[in-house]
């Protein structure tokens, strides 16, 4: 599971975060809500998972709850059995 975490963590800081930016970003901080994760970058966010994994997320499950942070993220990939 620490590898699936660190896996979409990673990925969140490599395409959302500036190279300057120097927030800390941890399983539990706030994507959306915190404003480093936009609607246009929740869209590529929900592809990259799709693709990485190979399932296809419903828009009903794609929602902003869902994607505000690493550990809600892995409760959604946890619906399609990954762990």
Known sequence: MS???????DYVKKEYLEEDDDRE???????IS????DSFSMVSLKRF????????????????EAFDSVDNI??????????
């Open 74 to 83: 892995i409760k959604l990939l946890q619906e399609f059995n990954i762990r």
């Open 49 to 64: 998972l799709e693709t990485k994994f190979k399932i296809q997320i419903p828009d009903a499950k794609a929602t902003p």
């Open 25 to 31: 970003v941890t399983f539990n901080t706030p994507l």
């Open 34 to 37: 915190g404003g480093i994760v």
């Open 3 to 9: 590898e699936l975490k660190n896996t979409i963590l």
